[in-house]
């Protein structure tokens, strides 16, 4: 009975060695992994920088310009595989409700904490163009410094698309009542934004512009705002009078719950994947400083950074 007791013992055991093994082994499916892109360079590039990775590993990749909302929804249902960009503040909610439905699962976070904030550029503040600054009550005072030729008499704010963040800078500014005195203009997207920041360099005049952190801009310093201080509960949607800053946050990864099956491989790796400040701040660099294109940014990213991204294969 003993020998018998141990011959299924080992049997079994072999079965689930065997198993496991096929399971590690597993090949990914030649089904394309969606990768979606949005309007700014750190997050188009990484696009192209993970799908290269994706790549190498022997997978076939598909690059869709997505919304940066409901690109949850479409990763939930399945039309598009991965984001790698999620950040807590801006899409946090959006993520939450689509895991809260089912079907996206969080893949993960990036060494890098994130900002999301108002600010000007670091010589507005070392030339005193609004004493005070970067407190946000020193606003008050300066609106004309801010004033542009569409802002109406008032200092303007450069938000980012409004498909961004809705009316948070509107709110926040009739909260804070400073909705007298400054009026916000939505970008057109992040290329937007950067040639605003260098006109105004340029002519060494004020701006209040959006920004985030990691971003190619903290090499020049950048200065964001520092408006009361977060907390659960106190944005209008949370029931909140929507005066309160932006909170430092995570930037996670989100995945489609059949990745881990359909590419076990590419979802390991992707699960592996963390990148710095310093490093998506890097990849951003190359086409906001560098003029290069989005891909033309991640194969030299990638070239230049191999012992940075092999081991997330391994």
């Known amino acids: 009975m003993k020998k018998i007791t141990k011959t ?25 992994i969606v990768i979606p892109t949005h309007n700014w360079s750190s997050q188009v590039v990484m696009a192209y920088v993970i ?39 801006t899409f946090g909610a959006s993520f939450y409700n689509a895991m809260a439905k089912g079907g996206i699962i969080d893949a993960g976070t990036h060494a ?27 606003l008050k005072n300066c609106p004309e410094v801010f004033a542009t030729a569409d802002s109406g008499g008032k200092g303007r704010w450069l938000e980012g698309p409004q498909s961004w963040h809705g009316d948070l800078m509107p709110t926040r500014l009739k909260a804070l009542g400073l909705d007298d005195k400054y009026t916000v203009k939505f970008a057109g997207g992040a290329d937007a934004i950067w040639a605003e920041l260098a006109s105004a360099k340029k002519e060494g005049r004020g701006i209040i512009t959006f920004n985030w952190t990691p971003n190619f801009t903290d090499a020049e310093g950048f200065a964001f705002i520092e408006f009361p201080s977060y907390f659960d509960g106190c944005r209008v949607a949370d029931g909140g009078d929507g005066a309160c800053g932006s909170p430092k946050g995570w930037l996670k990864k989100a995945a489609n719950y059949k990745f881990p099956k359909t590419h076990p491989a590419a979802y390991t790796a992707f699960t592996k994947i963390s990148f710095t400040s310093r490093q998506i701040g890097a990849m951003a660099a190359l086409v906001d400083v560098d003029g290069m294109s989005h891909q033309d940014a991640a194969k030299a990213w990638l070239a230049a950074n191999e012992n940075v991204w092999k081991p997330f294969t391994e």
């Open 112 to 138: 890098a904490a994130t900002l999301e904030e108002m600010g000007v550029p670091q010589y507005v503040i070392d030339d005193n163009l609004c004493p005070g600054l970067p407190n946000w009550e020193a």
């Open 8 to 32: 299924i013992a080992v049997a079994a055991l072999g079965f689930v060695m065997a198993t496991a093994s096929s399971q590690a082994i597993a090949a990914d499916s030649a089904k394309p």
């Open 51 to 89: 799908g290269g990775i994706f790549e190498s590993m022997g997978d076939t990749v598909e690059y869709v310009p997505a919304d940066s909302q409901t690109v949850y929804e479409a990763i939930r249902i399945g039309d598009v595989t991965i984001s790698h960009e999620v950040w807590q503040s």
